[in-house]
């Protein structure tokens, strides 16, 4: 017998279907995408499709539009990088009593979803990072999801976090919050060396914050972002 194993919600390192598979060689992990505002459900990724792009959540579902577009509203081609808009008769016409938000945010009937993505040659999604997450290091854009998937893959790590850092001349630096697994003595240096094997240089985070507990989550399983910065960038400096 097989089993399904469906994740929504919050963002799924590539790492974390590969150890699906592993613990459960007969079983079909998927990957889904949505919003409020669009009644859940907008791409869904599964099966072999998943193994095979692990980083992506998908096609749209039918009926569902998505295109990536610039700052102006332009779509972009394959492959280029923009924010995503989301369209079909399960988006709602906007806000109740917000005239303000549904003009800021709809667009002839697009939603903009704030989501930072690309869309491949086969039409399969990417997420690449929230808007409000990304962080713009010396004009840089730094994708916390990209940081963040490195550092799942590590043996030694269980979740992970990258927030922004304030920095006088560069805007911003990278941060990570890093839960190790209790068995693990990985130190911050190590963490960041892990990075910088695999990423260009500003994007290995400069501090690293390593915890035993869960990082905070939100009913829905998205990180607390905002929780983890007012604790920690204030503070000294990580430990190695």
């Known amino acids: 017998m097989s089993a399904a194993s469906a994740n929504g919600g919050a963002p799924a390192p590539p790492e974390l279907v590969r150890r699906i598979k592993a613990h459960f060689p007969t079983g079909h992990p998927s990957n889904g995408y949505g919003l409020t505002e669009t009644s859940s459900l907008t791409t869904m990724n599964s099966g072999s499709d998943y193994e095979r792009k692990p980083d992506s959540v998908g096609p749209p579902v039918p009926v569902v539009d998505v295109k990536v577009v610039d700052e102006d ?32 945010t709809f667009t002839e009937g697009w939603l903009h979803t704030g989501d930072v993505a690309e869309i491949d040659d086969e039409g399969f999604v990417h997420i690449v990072d929230r808007a409000k997450d990304m962080v713009i290091r010396g004009g840089e854009n730094v994708y916390s999801v990209e940081v963040e998937s490195v550092l799942f893959e590590h043996p030694g790590v269980t979740d992970a976090a990258v927030i922004g850092i304030p920095h006088q001349v560069l805007g911003e630096e990278v941060g990570a919050v890093v839960q190790v697994r209790p ?5 911050a240096e190590e963490l960041r060396e892990y990075v910088a094997s695999r990423l260009a240089a500003f994007k290995v985070p400069v501090r690293v914050w390593l915890r035993d507990e869960p990082l905070p989550r939100n009913p829905a399983g998205k990180v607390l972002k905002r929780e983890l910065r007012e604790e920690l960038v204030d503070q000294a400096p990580a430990e190695t």
């Open 183 to 187: 068995d693990s003595d990985i130190g």
């Open 73 to 104: 509203g332009a779509a972009l081609a394959a492959g280029a990088t923009g924010e995503l808009w989301v369209k079909g008769p399960n988006v709602v016409r906007g806000y109740w009593d917000n005239p303000e938000a549904t003009a800021a």
